[in-house]
């Protein structure tokens, strides 16, 4: 029986971008998708790629139980024996320990999963000029941290005072030449000089800019309260009590209780390492849409990660990624306020 949601409408044109940049004729395509989904979105991927001359090939499989957990077996397999991997499962898969290997194989991902409808794929922030955002990274590395920046500090109207130091942890990626290709599948050791664990894949939507802070330098009150992996929107503020990079408490109402669970039966111990990441949103067109993978990139938003942060120049290796939003922060820079309520204060345009 077919219902609203399984119409296929609209403009398709962003979401074709990527494929038409990086698929040829005959590249083997293995698409990973699970029954949560919607499923709209694979379906149209595998016609746009059909139609690219690619010969693809859907993995579908039940959802599993959190994110950056490995698909099944035989998937992860397929994975090994693919041109290109395309993720569009409803947990995230780009950090999981199948995608490292394929990655370090020299196989990449073109990386769409997280729970992206195929509306999200037609407005929002997969519509920002992605040479722009490129731009607003190296300016935000630059002038909002620098080189050189030792210690930050962040505020929020929730009660959030959290520090952390990023001492030798800023890397201020390149201006875009003329030339730039937006869609292109990036090799991050050799297109950026960024030594990431290998990453090879492309993003999309994208829009932050990530820094790994040193392990064991924060401490303080985080408190979360946009967007949370797994949880999506959150109804309540979520309060990370830190020391020493280590979350000591989880306090709140229903979605601390929620988050406390669910570390518990699916994180480990490095799960509870914070902040694996703290990153700047920089897409000008991204809107809250109560899914960690587009909320986290709106202009002027942070979002702190715990457990895996090797993918962004850190050393911890976890079961388990997770990202946490802060819609208006305030962020100090060795005592200097860079950003004041959400709103950046120099300038990233370029």
């Known amino acids: 029986m077919m219902n609203a949601g399984s119409l296929v409408t609209g403009n398709m044109d962003y979401l074709r971008r990527p494929f038409v940049r990086n698929v040829k004729r005959g590249h083997r395509v293995l698409v990973l998708s699970d029954t949560a989904h919607d499923q709209r979105v694979w379906q149209v991927v595998q016609s746009i790629l059909s139609e690219l001359g690619a010969d693809v090939s859907v993995a579908l499989f039940e959802p599993r139980p959190a994110d950056y957990y490995d698909p099944p077996t035989m998937v992860c397999e397929s994975m090994m024996k693919s041109d290109i991997n395309v993720l569009i499962a409803s947990t995230g898969m780009l950090h999981s320990p199948a995608n490292f290997r394929a990655m370090e194989a020299g196989i990449p991902a073109i990386c769409m999963d997280g729970g992206m409808t195929l509306e999200m794929f037609q407005s929002g922030a997969v519509t920002d000029d992605m040479k722009q955002i490129a731009v607003r990274k190296h300016y935000v590395a630059k002038d909002v941290f620098?080189?050189?920046?030792?210690?930050?500090?962040?505020?929020?109207?929730?009660?959030?005072?959290?520090?952390?130091?990023?001492?030798?942890?800023?890397?201020?990626?390149?201006?875009?030449?003329?030339?730039?290709?937006?869609?292109?599948?990036?090799?991050?050791?050799?297109?950026?000089?960024?030594?990431?664990?290998?990453?090879?894949?492309?993003l999309f939507p994208t829009g932050e800019f990530n820094v790994a802070p040193i392990e064991g330098s924060a401490h303080g009150k985080l408190v979360i309260d946009l967007t949370m992996h797994h949880l999506g929107r959150l109804w309540?503020?979520?309060?990370?009590?830190?020391?020493?990079g280590r979350i000591l408490a989880i306090d709140g109402g229903a979605d601390a209780r929620i988050l406390r669970d669910y570390l518990k039966v699916y994180g480990d111990d490095n799960a509870y390492l914070c902040p694996a990441e703290a990153s700047v949103g920089v897409n000008a067109k991204a809107v809250i849409r109560g899914i960690q993978r587009e909320d986290k990139n709106i202009m002027g938003t942070m979002?702190?990660?715990?457990?895996?942060?090797?993918?962004?120049?850190?050393?911890?290796?976890?079961?388990?990624?997770?990202?946490?939003?802060?819609?208006?922060?305030t962020l100090y820079v060795d005592g200097i306020k860079k950003i004041e309520h959400g709103r950046i204060l120099v300038p990233i345009e370029g």
């Open 146 to 202: 620098g080189s050189n920046a030792r210690e930050c500090r962040v505020t929020s109207r929730y009660g959030t005072d959290f520090t952390y130091r990023v001492d030798d942890r800023i890397f201020v990626p390149p201006l875009p030449s003329k030339d730039f290709d937006p869609y292109k599948i990036i090799h991050f050791d050799k297109d950026e000089n960024r030594k990431g664990g290998n990453l090879y894949y492309y």
């Open 236 to 244: 309540t503020p979520i309060e990370l009590t830190v020391e020493k």
């Open 303 to 329: 979002h702190f990660g715990l457990g895996t942060n090797i993918d962004v120049g850190g050393s911890i290796k976890s079961k388990i990624h997770m990202d946490g939003v802060i819609l208006e922060p």
